[in-house]
């Protein structure tokens, strides 16, 4: 199965908002409700930021926020501060217990 | 402080075996759906395999059926992937995570795998 899509960099001056989009298809995210958003630094281990589509763990600055229409998932980012730049990947349940990720984006803060 | 540390990874070449170890501290993995996920060099997320609570239900992805096997052992609040026949596209950091409802909750630090001649 191949990866959800993402673009491959996203970009936005501090203090903006920012979207990155996240499509799959009707047997993934069009068909769950179990869209997650991860956060990786350089260097670091990932961190989860949004899960089912749109909550956030207990944490996670109310910055950043999801939602989802039909197969594509988004991930807010408002008021970027300069450490929000890092990569960011997408997540869905993809039927029976699998688990596709989106292929990245990373988020440049100008 | 809920903590996982992987172990286990290396320099193999293609068509040997490792396996890799995952201990959790601080928490009960016991309690936790279980995941392994991989990062190749320069390259995203991969989920690679995940166990249910009493190991009765493992799954993978497509390109690694056949060739690893998830366990886990209670006594030792551990995680494992064997992986055997190992290819030069299986070089990536391998974490384990614990998993809720198909979403990544407390990931370890990693272990790097390299397959190479």
């Known amino acids: 199965q191949s990866a959800l899509t993402q673009s491959p960099s996203a970009s936005g001056s501090l203090g903006q908002s920012v979207t990155i989009s996240c499509t799959g298809t009707?047997?993934?995210?069009?068909?769950?409700?179990?869209v997650s958003w991860y956060q990786q630094r350089p260097g670091k281990v990932p961190k989860l930021i949004i899960y089912e589509i749109t909550r956030r763990p207990s944490g996670v600055p109310y910055r950043f926020s999801g939602s989802k229409s039909g197969n594509t998932a988004s991930l807010t980012v408002s008021g970027l501060q300069a450490e929000d730049e890092a990569d960011y990947y997408c997540?869905?349940?993809?039927?029976?217990?699998?688990?596709?990720f989106g292929g990245g984006t990373k988020l440049t803060v100008l | 402080e809920e903590k996982m540390m992987e172990s286990g990874g290396g320099l193999v070449q293609p068509g040997g075996s490792l396996r890799l170890s995952c201990v959790a501290s601080?928490?009960?993995?016991?309690?936790?759906?279980m995941s392994w996920v991989r990062q190749a060099p320069g390259k995203g997320l991969e989920w690679v395999a995940k166990i249910n609570r009493d190991s009765s239900d493992k799954s993978y992805v497509d390109s690694v059926k056949g060739r690893f096997a998830i366990s886990r052992d209670h006594a030792e609040n551990s995680l494992y992937l064997q992986m055997e026949g190992l290819r030069v596209d299986d070089t990536a950091v391998y974490y384990c995570?614990?998993?809720?409802?198909?979403?990544?909750?407390?990931w370890g630090q990693g272990t790097t795998v390299t397959v190479s001649s």
């Open positions: 995570a614990t998993e809720m409802w198909w979403r990544m909750e407390t």
């Open positions: 997540a869905s349940s993809a039927g029976d217990n699998n688990v596709i």
């Open positions: 009707s047997n993934d995210v069009g068909g769950y409700n179990y």
């Open positions: 601080g928490f009960s993995m016991n309690i936790h759906w």
